[in-house]
């Protein structure tokens, strides 16, 4: 997400982070918050925690001024397709995506949800790889 804000700084434009609650629509989901004993629509629980990390984000890096100014969208269904149809919809001018760079078994069981977004993206993709 540092990397996406600097950028977003550097290109002058917003910053979009968007989290896709993977549920693949025959069994809609609920999510348990640690805090409370009541199940949650997935989009519900997952919009609050998107909130807190953008939140604890922009105070962790207060030199990010596009954390300041970030909207946060929570979407439902297959991760490479809504990213690529919110893209679509919003006019993006580019998709910065983080990666864990799983490979072997894995990678082919799973697949890769940053690869099918290059590959089909129509604006430029950026993946940024996970810490170790």
């Known amino acids: 997400m540092v990397w996406a804000a600097e950028y977003a700084a550097c290109v002058g434009c917003k910053l979009i982070v968007l989290h896709v609650v993977h549920d693949p629509g025959e069994t809609p989901g609920s999510y348990r918050q640690e805090d409370e004993d009541l199940l949650r629509p997935?989009?519900?629980?997952?919009?609050?925690?998107?909130?807190?990390?953008?939140?604890?984000?922009?105070?962790?890096?207060?030199e990010l001024a596009a954390l300041a100014d970030v909207e946060p969208a929570v979407v439902k269904g297959i991760p490479a397709t809504r990213i690529l149809e919110f893209a679509e919809a919003h006019g993006v001018?580019?998709?910065?995506?983080?990666?864990r760079g799983r490979t072997g078994l894995p990678h082919l069981l799973l697949g890769s949800k940053a690869e099918r977004v290059v590959q089909l993206a129509p604006v430029p993709v950026t993946i940024v790889k996970a810490k170790s």
Do not use: N
């Open 93 to 99: 001018r580019g998709i910065v995506m983080g990666s």
């Open 42 to 62: 997935m989009e519900e629980v997952a919009d609050k925690i998107l909130t807190q990390f953008l939140q604890e984000s922009a105070e962790k890096y207060p």
